[in-house]
């Protein structure tokens, strides 16, 4: 086809082969090179959140291991009750041991106490003077009550040869032999000695 323009140097350029005519248009954008640099910067951004959540994980190991030990207290704590029972929050807390009492102690015998109710009466049968009262004496020390001192009756004196404790009564037999113990003499029934009372005779 003829042209209206004369020909000039221009219309001597061989035409290039993507088509383009004209020296000031450009080439035609390919569709991928506008995604590629998305998908790149994607990749790099996933790969840094991946390598960030490894050095986090990598550089605190003892997270993990002290979350262990505390679900281990827990559950302690949940199989035995008892053992943090708090007294304030009303748990029980253990069993005092009962202290030991002091013994009391030991009180007179009441037979010994009963034997020495009945008074003494002291008769000297000796020619030793202030006998029968230093005897009174040491009887009343043991314990016993002294009704009376004096001299034994000369009867008393030929009837018995070494110190005796007489008693009127069987009642008092008792009470004489436990005297006669203390004071190292015999004992004897005789009817005829003080009612109530019993008699030491000095010999």
């Known amino acids: 086809m003829s042209s209206p323009y004369p020909r000039d140097d221009f219309d001597a350029v061989t035409p290039p082969r993507d088509g383009r005519r004209g020296a000031h248009r450009a080439a035609p954008k390919r569709p991928g090179g506008v995604l590629a640099p998305v ?7 996933a790969a840094g959140g991946a390598g960030y959540v490894a050095l986090t994980t990598v550089g605190n190991p003892g997270s993990s291991a002290s979350a262990a030990p505390a679900a281990g207290g827990d559950q302690a704590a949940a199989q035995d009750p008892a053992a943090s029972a708090d007294p304030a929050a009303g748990g029980a807390p253990p069993a005092a041991s009962p202290a030991s009492s002091p013994e009391a102690p030991p009180s007179a015998s009441p037979t010994a106490s009963s ?3 009945a008074p003494v ?3 000297n049968g000796t020619g030793t003077s202030g006998l029968a009262a230093k005897k009174a004496a040491q009887v009343e020390a043991d314990g016993w009550e002294v009704a009376s001192t004096g001299n034994a009756t000369a009867a008393q004196r030929s009837a ?5 404790v007489l008693y009127p009564t069987a009642a008092l037999e008792g009470a004489a ?3 006669a113990a203390q004071v190292g003499a015999k004992t004897a029934l005789d009817a005829q000695a003080q009612a109530g009372s019993l008699t030491v005779v000095l010999r």
């Open 121 to 123: 009466v002291v008769l």
């Open 39 to 45: 998908v790149i910067a994607l990749v790099v951004v």
């Open 177 to 179: 032999e436990a005297l």
């Open 160 to 164: 018995h040869k070494t110190t005796t």
């Open 115 to 117: 034997e020495r109710s």
